[in-house]
């Protein structure tokens, strides 16, 4: 593979927590609001 394949999949897996994340900060806020 080339370096630059992986180091899009590590930014790619990187990007998805920072998106699971934000989601679930989202629901949190969501929740504590009801």
Do not use: F, P
């Not at 180091?7 to 929740?31: C, F, H, N, P, W």
């Amino acid at each position: 593979m080339k370096r630059g394949n992986t180091r899009t999949l590590i930014d790619t897996q990187y990007t998805l927590s920072d998106l699971m994340k934000q989601v679930e900060a989202q629901l949190g806020t969501v929740k504590g609001e009801c």
